[in-house]
């Protein structure tokens, strides 16, 4: 059964640091560009950043809101990804999810349609 | 604010269509045939039911169809049915370092 399992979130004070973690089954994890991706409370999603295969590089993009404060890597060998997150502040807070792209045959779309879905992990930034 | 404009409710009763519009710009939704829709029940994950503008992934409904004009993407909905009644998100690939941009979301209420 292809899976994600998110995990890390909690309660952590304005300008902290947490790492989530994602471990993935069901997939050829090594192959396998992931993404995260947020939900604040009542709002909308939001891209966060998206790590690539590590035969690509493994480079890493990140949306504006996060970039320079939020670090994406993956552990191949433990089939999980991680996204750490520095200097937290309140408008982080959100429900995190891990996501990769659809693919059909040998054709994924990992950064435009999102297939596989995380049941999520909550971060609250609150004092 | 979203970079993607979507209504923000739509309804319809049964049996009916509806269509949800998604305008970006020739940054995003014009410049790629790279939109996505992803339906989401209250506490679920989202799920993808169509991907580059108009295509279904497998077991997706026919009933689920997508299309795109100049900087505007819809996705229509026929023979409205209750179990469709979720919130729907547009996706699309963007040319700025943010590469992925969603809508604002759109709930639709089946009457």
């Known amino acids: 059964e292809v899976q994600l399992v998110e995990s890390g979130g909690g309660l952590v004070k304005p300008g902290g640091s947490l790492r989530l973690s994602c471990a993935a089954s069901?997939?050829?994890?090594?192959?396998?560009?992931m993404t995260w991706v947020r939900q604040a409370p009542g709002k909308g999603l939001e891209w966060v950043g998206r790590?690539?295969?590590?035969?690509?590089?493994?480079?890493?993009d990140y949306a504006a809101p996060v970039k320079g404060r939020f670090t994406i890597s993956r552990d191949d060998s433990e089939n999980t990804v991680y996204l750490q997150m520095n200097s937290l502040k309140t408008e982080d807070t959100a429900l995190y999810y891990c996501?990769?792209?659809?693919?059909?045959?040998?054709?994924?779309?990992?950064?435009?349609?999102?297939?596989?879905w995380g049941q999520g992990t909550m971060v609250t930034v609150s004092s | 604010q979203s970079a993607l404009t979507q209504p923000a409710s739509v309804s319809g009763s049964p049996g009916q269509s509806i269509t949800i519009s998604c305008t970006g710009t020739?940054?995003?939704?014009?410049?790629?045939?790279?939109v996505s829709w992803y339906q989401q029940y209250p506490g679920k994950a989202p799920k993808l039911m169509i991907y580059e503008v108009s295509n279904r992934p497998s077991g997706v409904s026919s009933r689920f169809s997508g299309s795109k004009s100049g900087n505007t993407a819809s996705l229509t909905i026929s023979g409205l049915q209750a179990e469709d009644e979720a919130d729907y998100y547009c996706?699309?690939?963007?040319?700025?370092?943010?590469?992925?941009?969603f809508g604002g979301g759109t709930r639709l209420t089946v009457l």
């Open positions: 020739s940054s995003d939704v014009g410049g790629y045939n790279y």
């Open positions: 069901g997939f050829i994890f090594s192959d396998a560009w």
């Open positions: 996706s699309s690939y963007t040319m700025s370092s943010t590469l992925v941009v």
């Open positions: 996501t990769t792209g659809y693919c059909i045959g040998t054709r994924c779309h990992y950064d435009d349609a999102f297939d596989i």
């Open positions: 790590i690539k295969r590590k035969s690509g590089g493994g480079t890493t």
